[in-house]
């Protein structure tokens, strides 16, 4: 599959990484920003290998996946970008640094280009703030890791028009993911949800209710969860949870979003999950084996 379309993803992290893949396997020209010189250099080799695994378990062609990698583009700078048809941005969860973004992109593309952010929990709205036309703004909440969850939250700002949202509709469901609309309100649907269930499964391992492998598996087991909460927001990040947990506190005002004293603690630790290797659990890839002595 070739589209003549192309797209911008802005933040080449963990999501922009699987957001860039998802775009390049569904024939998008596809182009990635990323300041850190470092990540900027592993991108692509970290696709292919997240490739050669899909391969290997046979969820992937081998052509399907030289075809996607030779779609795929880093760039140093913004300025290096043609006009793409779609922008996305998947910086991390800072409000100011998202609107700087969205006032970079506003500046250098036309108004034809759709911009969409990857924040889980950030308004759109006020992100949209910092462009010259909020309307053309919206949400698009991926989920991680982007190429195994089918799901993609479509948020509506307080202004995005009729044909941004036909548009991310559109432009989702050419990706293979299945939309969920919500309204921009504080931690849209799912993040609301999940950081709740997520938070709650942290106090218990903290009061000694019960350690975080039986937790997970109460709720594989017993609720049909297709993995625990604690699981879940080891490989969300732990830093990113505690970021969304913060805004939901300070957005709501209620003690239900307050962090936990061993979020804190692990992120302060460098414990971050399955991108640190250490959370809730020591992970060997995406292996998860019960971590020891949390602190």
């Known amino acids: 599959m070739s589209r003549e379309e192309s797209v911008l993803v802005v933040g080449g992290g963990t999501m922009g990484r699987g957001i860039a893949a998802a775009c390049a396997l569904a024939g998008y020209r596809t182009r990635v920003f990323e300041a850190d010189a ?17 391969v290997r378990s046979g969820r992937l062609d081998a052509d399907a996946a030289e075809r996607a990698l030779a779609r795929i ?61 909020p309307g053309r703004v919206l949400g698009l909440h991926f989920f991680n890791p982007v190429a195994a969850m089918p799901l993609v939250e479509l948020v509506r700002g307080r202004e995005t028009s009729d044909a941004a949202f036909a548009r991310g509709e559109s432009f989702i469901a050419s990706l293979g993911k299945q939309a969920v609309r919500v309204a921009d309100a504080p931690g849209f649907a799912t ?20 350690g975080a492998a039986d937790i997970d598996r109460a709720m594989e087991l017993g609720y049909g969860h297709r ?22 506190a300070a957005a709501l005002d ?32 995406d292996v998860p084996t019960a971590a020891e002595g949390l602190p």
């Open 38 to 54: 470092p990540r900027r250099a592993a991108l692509v080799g970290d696709v292919r290998s997240s490739f050669a695994r899909a």
């Open 227 to 248: 993995m625990g909460p604690l699981k879940t927001s080891d490989l969300v990040g732990l830093d990113v949870r505690l970021a969304i947990a913060e805004n939901l």
């Open 254 to 285: 209620d003690r239900r979003f307050a962090p936990p004293d061993i979020l804190r603690r692990l992120v302060a630790a460098g414990k971050t999950g399955r991108k640190s290797g250490e959370g809730f659990y020591r992970w060997e890839g």
């Open 73 to 133: 583009e880093t760039l140093e700078s913004l300025a290096e970008a043609p006009p793409p048809d779609y922008a996305v941005e998947a910086v991390p969860e800072d409000l100011e640094l998202k609107r700087r973004v969205f006032a970079e992109l506003d500046r250098r593309f036309p108004a034809t280009a759709f911009l969409a952010t990857n924040t889980s929990a950030l308004s759109i709205s006020r992100i949209a703030g910092a462009v010259a036309e």
């Open 191 to 210: 993040s609301r949800l999940g950081v709740a269930l997520g938070l709650e499964a942290m106090r218990m391992v903290e009061e000694g209710v019960a």
